[in-house]
């Protein structure tokens, strides 16, 4: 069992923290195999598995379906999973519904926003909770980028602070300045790893299917594609298509006698 320390460790060491997001059993073989030291399983995958047009149409019934697919693909894994929209609005449907996703087999849970009371009753109930700030997709009305005016940099500094006083072990920081991040980098004593946050922060994340240029309706301007998979999946399907109306798969080899 990882403990959540090794990740304050590797902050006092400036040791970078990978975290990828992993969706299904396979996603999170893989991302265990390349060595990551957290997989998330983000509600993201509304977007990118389940063609949701947002986060908040994802349910608590569908992060449970996709843990527990991460959990028998990377068992050994650090796994840290998003609750969903509206499941943690007061402390008591935050603790219900956090024990159910630990139940499921995560080590962790992720929430967006300063919400100091839920965090701390988590926390309190020896739920490791992992904080978002920045851009939070569940409530965001635009995907601007936080933190460039001085007021409002000053709000995040003092909502991360909070979140951090709270009990979190670690933060997210998604869409906003490189300065900001920076700071609050430096300010912090958890580690912040950053989604578009610049190359300051203790740690970076990636979403799996933009990694791997899997989904590619949009890109943001800090996705990397290092793979382009779409392109292959799309490849190789038309080839087999083409092989099977042609006549040129199965061959005898692939065939029973
Ligand atoms: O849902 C998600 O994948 C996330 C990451 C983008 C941090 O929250």
């Known amino acids: 069992m990882i403990s959540t320390a090794v990740f304050r460790e590797k902050k006092e060491k400036a040791r970078k923290i990978v975290m990828i997001t992993a969706y299904d059993s396979a996603s999170a073989e ?35 379906h996709h843990l527990k697919a991460v959990v028998r693909g990377a068992p050994q894994a650090f796994i840290v999973c998003d609750m969903p929209f509206q499941t943690y609005d007061t402390p008591e ?26 965090i701390k009753s988590l926390v309190n109930a020896g739920i490791p909770v992992m904080g978002h700030a920045g851009v939070l997709p569940q409530t965001a009305t635009e995907y601007k980028v936080r933190g460039k005016d001085s007021v409002e940099a000053a709000r995040l500094r003092e909502e ?15 869409c906003m300045s ?13 580690p912040t790893i950053g989604i578009g946050a610049g190359k300051e922060c203790d740690g970076q994340v990636l979403v799996f299917n933009d990694l791997l240029g899997i989904f590619t309706k949009f890109k943001p301007k800090f996705v990397r594609h ?3 998979l779409k392109k292959e999946m799309i490849d190789g399907c038309a080839t087999f298509a083409c092989d099977v109306r042609s006549g040129a ?3 005898n080899e692939e065939s029973y006698r």
Request: with cysteine; hydrophobic share 45%.
């Open 226 to 228: 290092y793979k382009g």
């Open 249 to 251: 798969y199965p061959l």
């Open 178 to 190: 490189a300065a900001l991040a920076k700071t609050i980098t430096q300010e912090l004593f958890i």
């Open 93 to 118: 449907s935050a603790m219900r519904n956090a024990q159910t996703l630990i139940d499921t087999g995560c080590a962790a849970v992720k929430i967006e926003g300063c919400n100091v009371p839920v």
């Open 30 to 64: 893989a991302v265990h195999a390349a060595s990551a030291d957290i997989v998330l399983v983000g509600d993201s995958l509304g977007v990118t598995v389940l063609g949701y047009q947002t986060t908040r149409e994802v349910t608590l019934a569908d992060m449970e």
């Open 160 to 174: 991360t602070r909070q979140i951090q006083d709270a009990g979190c072990f670690a933060i997210v920081l998604e």
